[in-house]
């Protein structure tokens, strides 16, 4: 299952489609990361404990978590492995800039499972 996640000021603002950007978790990393998890020297607990069928808000202090963990895995050898390894790299690309993004303009961050 693919997470969306949106950047905006506000609930309400979201909710009207006034988001300041978004970005989609590659579908299938979070399986990929779980399966490998013993061979990433890195904590991607964070992205493992993103509910794909659940919504959570991030604020400053998890967006830069979320940021940190792309950061590391874009870098990780572990994703070659991966069958989709283009599409996993421009996901985790857009994910950090949507977390910037949200930190340069005081967003939030809403991370929608399916």
């Known amino acids: 299952m693919a997470i969306c996640f949106y950047s905006a000021k506000s609930q309400h603002d979201k909710e009207k489609g006034r988001v300041t950007g978004h970005?989609?978790?590659?579908e299938g990393l979070q399986d990929f990361l779980l399966k490998f998890k013993a061979e990433i020297a890195l904590d991607t607990s964070f992205i493992l404990r993103l509910?794909?069928?659940?919504?959570?808000?991030?604020?400053?202090?998890?967006?830069?978590?979320?940021?940190?963990?792309?950061?590391?895995?874009?870098?990780?050898?572990?994703?070659?492995?991966?069958?989709?390894?283009?599409?996993?790299?421009?996901?985790?690309?857009?994910?950090?800039?949507?977390?910037?993004?949200?930190?340069?303009?005081?967003?939030?961050i809403w991370a929608l499972g399916d």
């Open 23 to 26: 970005a989609i978790l590659e």
């Open 51 to 108: 509910d794909p069928y659940g919504d959570l808000l991030l604020g400053k202090s998890s967006i830069k978590e979320l940021m940190a963990v792309c950061g590391e895995l874009k870098r990780h050898t572990i994703l070659k492995k991966y069958e989709r390894y283009d599409l996993a790299i421009q996901s985790l690309v857009e994910l950090e800039k949507l977390c910037q993004l949200a930190l340069e303009n005081d967003d939030y």
